[in-house]
């Protein structure tokens, strides 16, 4: 079946960069693209940018560019998210989302990963 | 970029209710509207997709409709594993841009 399996969780320093890993299998791997949105405690969804694993080429959200890279390794099924200069404010649980080809919703997600920012 | 305006924040149902969240974009979007499901602690999980399209294995009572900019998701008659977050998204175009959410709660 379809899977998206996310990296362990992260404590970081402010000022530091996370990156982050998604895992998918069950699928062609470069037919879909991957979505990263995140989720502040207690706040709603956040969406950062898609990849096309493909390709590479991505589309990072304006609050997020100049600090977000995501990246893509066909040979090991694995999307990346490094974000930058890390501020308490980035504190949240990151999830990946494939992309649907029809309606283009998110399905499914990987399981989160939680990236804790703190001196 | 879109706003999607989500109502009500939250809402006190007993089991077996008929349940009605509303989402409202800022422009048109057709009919590129999602619904997901949030437990705690877990990742959002896809209800409705293309405004009315029951995502494989959601069960039937979850029901959705609208186009262009209103949108509806409907619960006819909650069950217990149905007290969650419910989240709509617009997949019309970048940003893609997600409601403030709905919390159900049990009465």
């Known amino acids: 079946q379809v899977q998206l399996v996310q990296s362990g969780a992260e404590v970081k320093k402010p000022g530091a960069s996370v990156k982050v890993s998604c895992q998918a299998s069950g699928y062609t791997f470069t037919g879909y693209w991957m979505h990263w949105v995140r989720q502040a405690p207690g706040q709603g969804l956040e969406w950062m940018g898609w990849?096309?694993?493909?390709?590479?080429?991505?589309n990072i959200a304006q609050k997020f560019q100049g600090r977000v890279t995501m990246t893509s390794d066909t040979s090991s099924r694995t999307l990346y998210m490094e974000l930058n200069r890390l501020t308490s404010d980035d504190t949240a649980v990151y999830y990946c989302?494939?992309?649907?080809?029809?309606?283009?919703?998110?399905?499914?997600w990987g399981q989160g990963t939680l990236v804790y920012v703190s001196s | 970029d879109i706003q999607m305006t989500q109502s009500p924040s939250s809402l006190s149902a007993s089991v077996g209710d008929r349940v009605t969240i509303t989402c409202r974009a800022s422009?048109?979007?057709?009919?590129?509207l999602n619904w997901y499901q949030q437990k705690v602690g877990k990742a959002p999980k896809l209800l409705i997709y293309g405004a009315s399209n029951l995502q494989s294995g959601v069960p039937s009572r979850f029901s959705g409709g609208g186009s262009g900019t209103d949108f509806t998701l409907t619960i006819s008659g909650l069950q217990p594993e149905d007290f969650a977050t419910y989240h709509c998204?617009?997949?019309?175009?970048?940003?893609?841009?997600f409601g403030g959410g709905t919390r159900v709660e049990i009465k």
């Open positions: 422009q048109s979007i057709s009919t590129y």
């Open positions: 990849i096309n694993p493909k390709s590479g080429d991505t």
């Open positions: 998204q617009q997949s019309y175009s970048t940003p893609i841009t």
């Open positions: 989302g494939r992309e649907e080809l029809v309606s283009r919703p998110f399905d499914p």
